[in-house]
């Protein structure tokens, strides 16, 4: 029996946060007996440069991200560095870099991370620029810090390897607990004319699913590249594909919601669904928490009572309905069963490690020079959000270094840290950060302007640089204002160590703060804004084809047989990746209603019938592993096919479909489904199989006509 160290249950924040704490300390020590007090600023921003360019690795993935993040570092500020004083230089080096850096994140998100933390780095060296230092020193400092926070980092991730794989499933199970939670607000019969706004939220909830479930992915692949694989990354890879399995039979819809609770609100049929729902959303929480405190899940035998209570209260009530009525309730059923025997066994045969392509997850960033200039080509235009903000980073840049140079502001290039920060691809991203930055900024500036009168050491400073630079980072990724808060508190405190006037910099640093962040709101506000560019007519086109993606794989396993291979998942995945980004381009949408009129609600009516297509054609999904081929079978599954390919081919060219070829593709897509019912059949996989084709083909029309309307909004929307 193999023994194996269990990690503490240790707070995932508080581990993410040992790496930056550890560092700093080590540099107050460092500050303290080496007497740097000059360079304690580079050095500590050195260690906050490395924290905003931490990734999730394996060890050898963690030593090779180390070396190229110095590499782009020590490009970043030597260049920034030999430019100051210049400011012939020092303006196009910093534009240049600002759109440099900006815009390779259009490679993926770790270009992206690396790239943002390259061009703070820069920045930095400008705030730490010192003309009686030797031209060495600032930037040695910076690094000095960068490679102080990696150590750590690396230490880290001895002793804790696998719990940033461990806090992204528990966060994937968490989320997955919220969107059953949703579901079964589709069975109460109190509620039936609520459905559609429940669907909407469902959709919402959904793309944190697939958000959650892209984070487990990404720990997951970086950890299998090796040859050998660890116990507990077999582990975590089984939790992996039950959550998305769970998924995938939580989005199935056999039936119509609201005809359906009609029917059933007299029956206690309805809250046993609802009841087992809720009860696998719980279940799923309990995973995320014995996740999280590295124990093992223990399945609650509740869930086996109510299916089986469930079971029997279907039995009765078949017993006095028709069979077409039964078996949509009966494939619901066993559907909630199949969640119910994923839980059971998640932690059965915990040693068994599978291997091939059932387990292979697929390659989710760019690699390799040339595909990455690829890709980058393609996104040299200004339909490109990253194009846009790489554009708009390097005028803001402009503007900030040629304000400071022609007016000689005082710790003037606070405006462009503040810029630089406040600035998101996004008007209304951009809009929440500059608030909670002004706020945060005030409320540290307020207590900043006291701390002095009770850290007279050297000493009693350190111990607060180390406190708000560990809680800077602490908040950074949910609390924008407090992590504001507690480095402008740091920044106070080490200007005083520094021998600065904290006096004098308080009130600059207010009104940098403001000059920073209005200069980032008009940005947003006027250069390109994203309004003009929320092409929900194209994300709408997107999500309707990525359906079509999901329904062929289908179809081929149920010709072939059913399976989990990669490029099974790879389409189911990337019909709900589109779908969560329809939902997310209508959540930017919202926050700015007066801009965007009846399009909004075109696009919402687009969101639930995308939405209601993914629940359905889910369903032959988790019924591919069942399905069987015997001679009597062989007439319906030969129309069967045939309808469904159209349907498939339908829903990939829909956008392009004039209206009267549209009228004709459905006329003759009906007839065949007529064909197809009237074949004599006697088993439910035959009567399952036609019923999702007829709730199919009953969405073309409506989604037909949401996505003219969207496109017909949008064309007098670019006209206006």
């Not at 910099?505 to 209005?518: L, Q």
């Not at 329904?551 to 790879?570: A, C, F, M, P, W």
Request: aromatic residues 10%; hydrophobic residues 45%; contains cysteine.
């Amino acid at each position: 029996m193999r023994l194996m160290v269990k990690t503490p249950p240790v707070n995932a924040k508080v581990i993410a946060t040992l790496p930056v704490f550890l560092s700093v300390c080590v540099a107050a020590l460092a500050i303290r007996y080496f007497n740097l007090s000059i360079e304690a600023i580079p050095l500590v921003l050195g260690v906050i440069a490395g924290g905003l360019v931490d990734l999730d690795n394996r060890l050898t993935g963690r030593i090779k991200n180390i070396f190229i993040t110095l590499l782009a570092f020590t490009v970043s500020t030597l260049a920034t560095q030999l430019s100051v004083g210049k400011p012939w230089a020092l303006v196009p080096v910093m534009t240049l870099l600002a759109f440099s850096f900006t815009f390779i994140g259009a490679a993926g998100v770790r270009y992206r991370t690396i790239a943002f933390g390259t061009l703070a780095v820069a920045v930095y060296t400008l705030l730490t620029y010192e003309p009686e230092q030797p031209l060495y020193i600032n930037s040695l400092m910076i690094l000095i810090g960068t490679l102080l926070y990696s150590g750590m980092t690396l230490l880290c991730h001895v002793v804790f390897p696998h719990r940033p794989v461990q806090e992204n499933m528990a966060a994937a199970y968490s989320a997955l607990a919220d969107y059953l939670d949703g579901k079964a607000d589709f069975f109460d019969p109190d509620e039936v004319w609520q459905i559609e706004q429940k669907q909407i939220r469902l959709a919402m909830k959904n793309s944190r699913v697939i958000q959650a479930f892209n984070q487990c992915r990404s720990a997951l692949f970086y950890r299998m590249r090796g040859q050998h694989r660890h116990p507990r990354t077999s582990r975590m890879l089984r939790y992996y594909f039950a959550a998305q399995d769970i998924h995938e039979r939580a989005s199935s819809s056999h039936v119509q919601y609201q005809e359906m609770a009609e029917k059933l609100k007299n029956s206690d049929l309805i809250f046993r669904f609802q009841r087992l729902l809720e009860l696998q959303a719980q279940a799923c929480r309990d995973v995320a928490a014995a996740l999280r405190n590295n124990t093992a899940y223990t399945y609650d035998e509740r869930l086996a009572r109510s299916a089986k209570g469930l079971t029997q209260s279907l039995q009765y009530y078949a017993a006095s309905h028709e069979e077409s009525e039964v078996h949509p309730l009966q494939r619901l059923a066993a559907n909630l069963n199949g969640v119910n025997l994923q839980l059971g066994n998640l932690e059965n045969n915990p040693e068994q490690e599978q291997s091939g392509d059932a387990t292979r997850i697929a390659h989710h960033e760019t690699s390799g020079l040339r595909n990455i200039l690829k890709a980058l080509s393609g996104q040299f235009n200004l339909e490109s959000a990253t194009f846009r903000h790489a554009v708009r980073m390097a005028l803001i840049t402009l503007v900030c270094c040629a304000l400071v140079e022609i007016t000689h502001l005082h710790l003037g290039y606070w405006v462009l840290l503040t810029a630089v920060f406040v600035c998101q691809p996004n008007y209304s991203a951009t809009q929440k950060r500059l608030k909670q930055r002004i706020i945060g900024t005030l409320a540290g500036v307020l207590i900043g302007s006291i701390l002095p009168y009770f850290t007279p050491s050297l000493e009693t400073k350190l111990i607060v640089v180390v406190a708000s630079t560990t809680l800077f980072y602490f908040f950074r990724t949910n609390k924008y204002s407090y992590s504001t808060f507690f480095i402008t508190i740091q920044a106070l405190t080490s200007f005083s160590i520094a021998g600065f006037d904290t006096v004098s910099a308080i009130p600059w640093r207010m009104v940098d703060t403001i000059i920073g962040a209005m200069l980032a709101w008009a940005a947003v506000s006027y250069l390109w804004p994203d309004w003009h560019y929320l092409a929900l007519n194209k994300t709408g086109v997107q999500a309707v084809k990525g359906n079509a993606g999901y329904l062929k794989s289908i179809l081929e396993q149920l010709k072939n047989g059913g399976g989990d291979h990669v490029l099974y998942r790879t389409a189911r995945r990337n019909a709900h990746e589109r779908a969560a980004a329809l939902s997310s381009t209508l959540s930017d949408m919202s926050g700015e209603p007066e801009k965007y009129g009846d399009c909004l609600q075109q696009g919402f009516s687009l969101l639930k019938i995308n939405y209601s297509l993914i629940g359905y054609i889910s369903a032959l999904g988790a019924y591919r592993n069942q399905i069987h081929k015997n001679e009597t079978d062989q007439a319906f599954l030969g129309v069967f096919f045939e309808v469904a390919d159209q349907l498939a081919d339908m829903l990939e060219r829909i956008s392009d479909l004039k209206p009267e070829d549209f009228a004709e593709r459905m006329a003759a897509i009906r007839r065949q489904l007529d064909v197809l019912h009237n074949i004599e059949y006697h088993d439910e996989q035959s009567n399952v199989l036609w019923q999702q084709l007829v709730m199919i083909t009953n969405l073309l029309e409506p989604c037909y006509r949401a996505l003219s309307r969207v496109e017909e909004e949008f064309s007098v929307q670019a006209a206006a």
